[in-house]
Nanobody, 123 residues
């Protein structure tokens, strides 16, 4: 199983980015996916999770109303649309996959992880 995240970059506060994560090596549509992030000197934190068909999504409070997770099972891809970005959103963002259909906000529920993509928001 491989997860390849992309789409990070440098953006000014108030700007937008869309992260993508392409999965290979398994039946992508069967599994819930998640996004996590880790800022320098901080622990990895949950950002968003989406269930197997995209019908259920949860977000950490700090990104609600600004970030949207979605997925295209035909393309084996999950997305994180990030709008109204803030400097405190600066982190390495990771996509991850569970081994089941239900969502989870806990990193321990995710068995496969991508390599991370850097998001830097300047003030």
């Amino acid at each position: 199983v491989q997860l390849q995240a992309s789409g990070g970059g440098l953006v000014q506060a108030g700007g937008s980015l869309r992260l993508s994560c392409v999965a290979s090596g398994r039946t992508f549509s069967n599994y819930a996916m998640g996004w996590f992030r880790q800022a320098p000197g901080k622990e990895r934190e949950f950002v968003a999770t989406i269930n197997w068909n995209g019908g259920i999504r949860y977000y950490v409070d700090s990104v609600k109303g600004r970030f949207t997770a979605s997925r295209d099972n035909a393309k084996n891809t999950v997305y994180l649309q990030m709008n109204s970005l803030k400097p405190e959103d600066t982190a390495v963002y990771y996509c991850a996959s569970t081994a089941g259909r239900t969502t989870s906000t806990s990193a321990g529920a995710y068995q496969w992880w991508g390599q991370g993509t850097q998001v830097t928001v300047s003030s």
